[in-house]
Nanobody, 121 residues
Framework: QGQLVESGGGSVQAGGFLRLSCSAFGYIDSSYCMGWFRQAPAKEREGIAAMISDGIIRNADSVKGRFTISKDNAKNTLYLQMTSLNPWDTAMYYC???????????????WGEGTKVNVSS
């Protein structure tokens, strides 16, 4: 079994920044594809950034140039550095992991419970 625990969400004003963390436990290790997703109220879950085991990254167009995904394999922790936040970035942010490379598709086996990000204008 594996477990993911997100942290770092909060409330910021437009133009601000946050760094989300996702700690992985159990079977989830550096060989897994890991990604960040978000879901706003009444909207579908959106894949925003993903990284596979060799460090290759894929980002959604909506966050390119603003959000950066990274990973510390020694700590088994995934990060999402978010800058230039806008009110439409407000959502619940989820971390996900899967041995198969699903990239930005929400087909991952393991999900965290999410951390809330609220951006005010």
């Amino acid at each position: 079994q594996g477990q993911l625990v997100e942290s770092g969400g909060g409330s910021v004003q437009a133009g601000g920044f946050l760094r989300l963390s996702c700690s992985a436990f159990g079977y989830i290790d550096s060989s897994y594809c890991m990604g960040w997703f978000r879901q706003a109220p009444a909207k579908e879950r959106e894949g925003i950034a993903a990284m596979i085991s060799d460090g290759i990254i894929r980002n959604a167009d909506s966050v390119k140039g603003r959000f950066t995904i990274s990973k510390d394999n020694a700590k088994n922790t995934l990060y999402l550095q978010m800058t230039s936040l806008n009110p439409w970035d407000t959502a619940m942010y989820y971390c996900a992991a899967n041995i198969r490379e699903w990239w930005l598709l929400p087909k991952y086996n393991y999900w965290g419970e999410g951390t809330k990000v609220n951006v005010s204008s």
